[in-house]
């Protein structure tokens, strides 16, 4: 399993970002992909996840409406359009794919920035 993450940078507060991941070598159908993020010292923390058959979305509490979750299943891409972002949330974003909690697999990460 392959997933590789685009999209991150550099932001000035309240600007936006569209951040993409690409799934290979995974069922990608009837699954679950997962945006996760973690901060220098901090915790690695759930952002977002959505059900790759229903299409359902779940967001961390937190996001209240910034971000956007959406998929191109014929492309097996996920999407996570970021607005209104705070210099809080400047982390290294993860794309995630399978398992219980969705984590099974894991990308290399694009780094957000945001000043």
């Known amino acids: 399993v392959q997933l590789v993450e685009s999209g991150g940078g550099s932001v000035q507060a309240g600007g936006s970002l569209r951040l993409s991941c690409g799934a290979s070598?995974?069922?990608?159908?009837?699954?679950?992909m997962a945006w996760f993020r973690q901060a220098p010292g901090k915790e690695r923390e759930g952002v977002a996840r959505?059900?790759?058959?229903?299409?359902?979305?779940y967001y961390a509490d937190w996001v209240r409406g910034r971000f956007t979750f959406s998929q191109d299943t014929a492309q097996s891409t996920v999407y996570l359009q970021m607005s209104n972002l705070k210099p809080d949330d400047t982390a290294m974003y993860y794309c995630?794919?399978?398992?219980?909690?969705?984590?099974?697999?894991r990308g290399q990460g694009t780094q957000v920035t945001v000043s």
């Open positions: 959505i059900a790759t058959g229903s299409g359902n979305t």
């Open positions: 995630a794919a399978g398992g219980t909690y969705c984590q099974d697999y």
């Open positions: 070598g995974y069922t990608y159908s009837s699954n679950c």
